[in-house]
Each structure stands twice: as C-alpha cells, then as structure tokens.
T-cell receptor
Framework: AQSVTQLGSHVSVSEGALVLLRCNYS??????LFWYVQYPNQGLQLLLK??????LVKGINGFEAEFKKSETSFHLTKPSAHMSDAAEYFC???????????FGAGTRLTVKP | EPEVTQTPSHQVTQMGQEVILRCVPI?????FYWYRQILGQKVEFLVS????????KSEIFDDQFSVERPDGSNFTLKIRSTKLEDSAMYFC?????????????FGPGTRLTVL
C-alpha cells in the first residue's frame, strides 16, 4: 500500500523567499508521485509529477520537485515565492499497478508581502 | 483546454435525504473517480469506474453510495440516505488510460452540507 506524509500543515514565507514543502512517501512498489495545488474554492490542479527517468521534475509556475529514493522524499520547491502562490498543496502517490491515488493531508502556503 | 466539470457547486440537504452529485469528465477519458475531502482533512479516494463498472472502491464507499454513468457524458455519485458525517467536498476526476503515470484531472468539487 502507498501513503504520503506532508510535514507541516502550514508554511509561511515572505514574498521572494524560498518555498520548501516537504513530502515523504511509503510504497511497496515503484511509486508515481504527484503534487497538486488547490486555490480557494477551486479544484485540484496538477503542478508536476514524477514517473520515471530524471529525478528532478519541473512543473508549472516555477515549481520543481526532486525524487530521492534513498530518503523516500519528493519535496516541492520554488526559488522565489510570489503572492499568487498562496494555496493548499497536496502531495500524492500511486503505485504503477494501482488505480487509486493516496493524498497527503496538505500544506497551506501563506505568502507575506 | 478540456476540463472536468461538476454540478452543483454547493448542495445543502437534510439528514436522511438522497443526493446526486454530477460530473462531466473530459470527453475522451475512460477512467473516472470520486474523492472526498472532509473539512480540514486529506483528500480520500472513494471509487474508480471503468467500462461501466466499479473497478476499485475504498472502505468509505459503503452500500449508501453508488455511481453511475447514465449516458456518454455524465458520471454521478449518489448517496442514498445522507448522514451528518457525509458533509464534505466531493471531487470527481478522470483520466485517459489506466497507466499509473497518467495524470488525473480533477473537477472543482461539490461542497455537500448535511444538516
């Protein structure tokens, strides 16, 4: 079975500062890993995903994440936060032979001016 | 860009009533899903649907829940007799293939409030 843990339910950064949202996964099979963003009153939008190949994955809006198998991590980063990045971020995992996707509890990102 | 749509955006119902949440997946997608998110909690998988039948369901998806694809475009979630604890945001999702790497596209959600 697969699961993810997101460390920190709430992260606050200043505009222009580094964003780091942490995600650790547990999987008995090679995982596919995803980051979704949820803006207020909207659905889940895919930021990026790791499937195979390059472990550093670049997504939309300047975000990227690195798959580290040795650390079972898939942390999301952005070099410089923008006010528009304020949202809820969800890490998710799915095994290659699984149908359902398992989500973390989410991290709410606040960006201060 | 194609998107998953859901109606209504907000549904208020009395405990014990039946509700039907509606979704229109992306038109060429073949796999359909329902998830729910209780306020302040994680997004939880409910059910997946393919080829007009349920392919997987979670322990949450009990006899009170059912899904249907009544025509070529809609995908519905029915809750037969709602309970207070069914209050949540319900997300529909779809994807083209069954491959684990394939992206799931989510709708904007329906907020269900059971009074």
């Amino acid at each position: 079975a697969q699961s993810v843990t997101q460390l920190g339910s709430h992260v606050s950064v200043s505009e222009g500062a580094l964003v780091l949202l942490r995600c650790n996964y547990s999987s008995s099979v090679p995982p596919y890993l995803f980051w979704y963003v949820q803006y207020p009153n909207q659905g889940l939008q895919l930021l990026l995903k790791y499937t195979t190949g390059a472990t550093l994955v670049k997504g939309i809006n300047g975000f990227e994440a690195e798959f580290k198998k040795s650390e079972t991590s898939f942390h999301l980063t952005k070099p410089s936060a923008h006010m528009s990045d304020a949202a809820e971020y969800f890490c998710a995992v799915r095994g290659y032979n699984n149908n359902d996707m398992r989500f973390g509890a989410g991290t709410r990102l606040t960006v201060k001016p | 860009e194609p998107e998953v749509t859901q109606t209504p955006s907000h549904q208020v119902t009395q405990m014990g009533q039946e509700v039907i949440l509606r979704c229109v997946p992306i038109s060429n997608h073949l796999y359909f899903y329902w998830y729910r998110q209780i306020l302040g909690q994680k997004v939880e998988f409910l059910v997946s649907f393919y080829n007009n039948e349920i392919s997987e369901k979670s322990e949450i998806f009990d006899d009170q829940f059912s899904v249907e694809r009544p025509d070529g475009s809609n995908f519905t979630l029915k809750i037969r007799s709602t309970k207070l604890e069914d209050s949540a945001m319900y997300f529909c999702a779809s994807r083209l293939t069954s491959g684990g790497a394939d992206t799931q596209y989510f709708g904007p959600g329906t907020r269900l409030t059971v009074l």
